[in-house]
């Protein structure tokens, strides 16, 4: 059975850091390509990072330069490093994970910027 389970998502500040996680189990997680996606109210669900089984990584401008991520192969882990928030980041996040016709999703996690 396939899980993918993000956590780290919280509070912060404009401007302060947070990282969040996407852990997957029941699939060989090292071919996969996995994307970080968010949602916020009303609006429709964007990819916001995405990394390739053999590491290369993509952003939207949106979030190019503040958003990084990365995986560790070895704990099935993904990892979403986000600097310089704003309240427009506000959104849940998500992490999908893809390879060929496969794709699994996460249950999300609540990332909320404000003072």
């Known amino acids: 059975q396939v899980q993918l389970v993000e956590s780290g998502g919280g509070l912060v500040q404009p401007g302060g850091s947070l990282r969040v996680s996407c852990a997957a189990s029941g699939l060989t997680f090292r071919i996969y390509a996995v994307g970080w996606y968010r949602q916020a109210p009303g609006k429709q669900r964007e990819l916001v990072a995405l990394?390739?089984?053999?590491?290369?990584?993509n952003y939207p401008d949106s979030v190019k330069g503040r958003f990084t991520i990365s995986r560790d192969n070895a704990k099935n882990t993904v990892y979403l490093q986000m600097n310089s928030l704003k309240p427009e980041d506000t959104a849940v996040y998500y992490c999908?994970?893809?390879?060929?016709?496969?794709?699994?999703w996460g249950q999300g996690t609540q990332v909320t910027v404000s003072s």
């Open positions: 999908k994970a893809t390879f060929s016709s496969l794709n699994y």
């Open positions: 990394i390739t089984s053999g590491g290369s990584t």
